[in-house]
């Protein structure tokens, strides 16, 4: 067994080498540029939008409760469509800064989780392929396995959700690598 406190290197390197990863994705691959499509008519779609002056959340459209979910005028109003979710956020530009730090938080917590995991199941100077093993598996539960949700639920595009997965494999491969070169001998 291997504390925690012994993993707090491998825990911060993993998250630099995810957040690196990740920005390589999302800046120079750019695969996920076919994520999101442009509304048509946008101008009118906004306006219309601002009309209503939305307060930042999610919504779903048409809403109803499971209790009026068997009602024929509800059901009329699922057929018409159109069927959706709508993310409201704040007005102005994106935060990127904030995003960027809570996405490194985010690693960080995966790190953490990870080295629990890895730690209560590898002794001191296990082999490295087995420190990757453990620690890439334990990593893509949360990178890859978690997109799986908003496909099944929120109506994700499975295109986009592939494209998710694929990252999960690359943010594991990183964690396991920082964990499998810094592991305590």
Known sequence: MVPLTS?????????????????????????????????????????????????????????????????????????????????????????MGRNLGLWFVYTLLVGVFTAYVAGRSLAPGAAGMRVFQITSSAAFLSYGIGVLPDSIWKGIPGSNTLRAFVDGILYACATGAAFAWLWPR
């Open 7 to 95: 993993l707090v290197v491998p825990i911060v390197v993993a998250a630099v080498f995810v957040f690196v990863v990740s920005s390589i994705v999302h800046m120079v691959i750019g695969y996920h540029r076919a994520d999101y499509k442009t509304l048509p008519r946008e101008a009118e779609a906004m306006d219309a939008l601002r009309a209503q002056n939305l307060a930042p959340s999610l919504y779903f459209f048409p809403f109803t409760t499971h209790k009026e979910m068997r009602s024929p005028e509800v059901q009329e109003r699922f057929k018409r469509g159109p069927v959706g979710f709508l993310t409201i956020l704040p007005s102005g530009p994106p935060s």
